[in-house]
């Protein structure tokens, strides 16, 4: 699909009845020629100080293991406020386990990973590999294809439970996620992490912790955290990878 200036996230998040990008298709997103100048630039620009980034990194709270999804996770009475999210869990946990062999290097990327209390779900995270392409330009395996396509990290659905609102998780969340994303970017060819977003109070949870809202003319609501960023902010320039690669984040409420 060709995206408009209004929204490089539009068709992000599959619609409840399923249609739409899902958990196992490969969004492909289009940019023209004045958009594609825009986000190559920002992805090329030097790193910043990131004063709001260095202290979320360096913070500490309270961080609940965030495992890979299993069958025996109970789902059915998770609630975080927002009906699509709920939906969409639900959805997954419905369908039967699938290895997917299009592309090894999304394999270690995507997936959904939850945060169990007594067996049931308070929080969850779906990462997925984007891809954004130059208008015109054609997939494939070729050094034209990849000089044209860009692969990103995307959060794609976060969710916190009502019961787990509210208690300081979010930070100590995201911090999980942002780790494991840079982590696993080697693997993917991917520069940044990019997080789609539901609503005003989600993008300020974002950005009050340091990353970056898109140009409009890419996306008036979505926020992007390069790794080239996300190295600076962090101490000595480097990057400790999340012991065993876990991650979840937060959604509105959740402080």
Not at 178 to 187: D, F, I, P, T
């Amino acid at each position: 699909m060709t995206i408009s200036p209004a929204s490089l996230l539009a068709g992000a998040e599959p619609p409840a009845s399923g249609t739409g990008a899902s958990a196992e298709s490969k969004p492909d997103y289009q940019l023209n020629a004045v958009q594609w100048a825009v986000f190559t630039a920002l992805l090329a620009a030097p790193a910043r100080d990131n004063a709001r980034l260095r202290a979320f990194l360096a913070s500490h709270g309270e961080a609940p293991v965030a495992e890979p999804w299993t069958a025996d996770a109970e789902v059915r009475d998770f609630s975080c406020g927002v009906a699509l999210l709920d939906e969409a869990l639900r959805r997954d946990a419905a369908k039967p386990a699938t290895r997917h062999d299009d592309s090894r290097r999304d394999e270690r990327v995507r997936g959904t990973f939850v945060v169990l209390h007594e067996r049931r779900v308070v929080a969850y995270f779906t990462q997925r590999i984007s891809f954004v392409r130059r208008a015109g330009a054609e997939a494939g395996a070729g050094t034209e294809a990849k000089a044209d396509t860009i692969p990103l990290i995307q959060l794609q659905r976060l969710a916190v439970d009502r019961s787990a609102q509210r208690r300081g998780f979010g930070s100590a969340l995201l911090r999980q996620a942002v780790l494991r994303a840079a982590s696993l970017a080697g693997h993917c060819g991917a520069p940044a992490l990019w997080v789609p977003v539901l609503s005003a109070e989600t993008r300020r949870f974002y950005l009050d912790r340091g990353l970056q809202p898109l140009p409009a003319i890419l996306d008036s609501t979505g926020v992007l955290l390069t790794f080239d960023t996300l190295r600076k902010a962090s101490a000595g320039g480097a990057i400790a990878e999340d012991p065993g690669a876990r991650a979840v984040a937060s959604i509105p409420g959740d402080r």
